[in-house]
């Protein structure tokens, strides 16, 4: 089945940058959109960033201007450049992809990848 492999989390001080990546694998015939979720400690998960299938951008407006969402269609891959970090950005955080099935049943499904923490502290 489809899997998420998310890497590039760690821990940097304020103002400090990380760039995160998510690849996806498997039976996907197309993506409609990928996403960058984030969930703080004892809080609820909240989205981040999204790429739709037509390069369409959206950001949470805490990121905005901060955060950038790519994405490499060739090797299913999305990428989240975060910049000027800050301690509220500290959260385990999450790809996720909305796909259609390569097989059968075909249609529209969707997967998670395991996190990636970030950590933001002086």
């Known amino acids: 089945q489809v899997q998420l492999v998310e890497s590039g989390g760690g821990s940097v001080q304020p103002g400090g940058s990380l760039r995160l990546s998510c690849a996806a694998s498997g039976s996907i015939l197309s993506i409609t959109a990928m996403d960058w979720y984030r969930q703080p400690p004892g809080k609820q998960r909240e989205l981040v960033a999204q790429?739709?299938?037509?390069?369409?951008?959206t950001y949470a407006d805490s990121v905005k201007g901060r955060f950038t969402v790519s994405r490499d269609n060739a090797k299913n891959t999305v990428y989240l450049q975060t910049n000027s970090l800050k301690p509220e950005d500290t959260a385990v955080y999450y790809c996720?992809?909305?796909?259609?099935?390569?097989?059968?049943?075909?249609?529209?499904?969707?997967?998670w990848g395991q996190g990636t923490q970030v950590t933001v502290s002086s």
């Open positions: 790429i739709t299938n037509g390069g369409s951008t």
């Open positions: 996720h992809v909305s796909y259609w099935s390569a097989t059968y049943p075909f249609g529209r499904a969707d997967a």
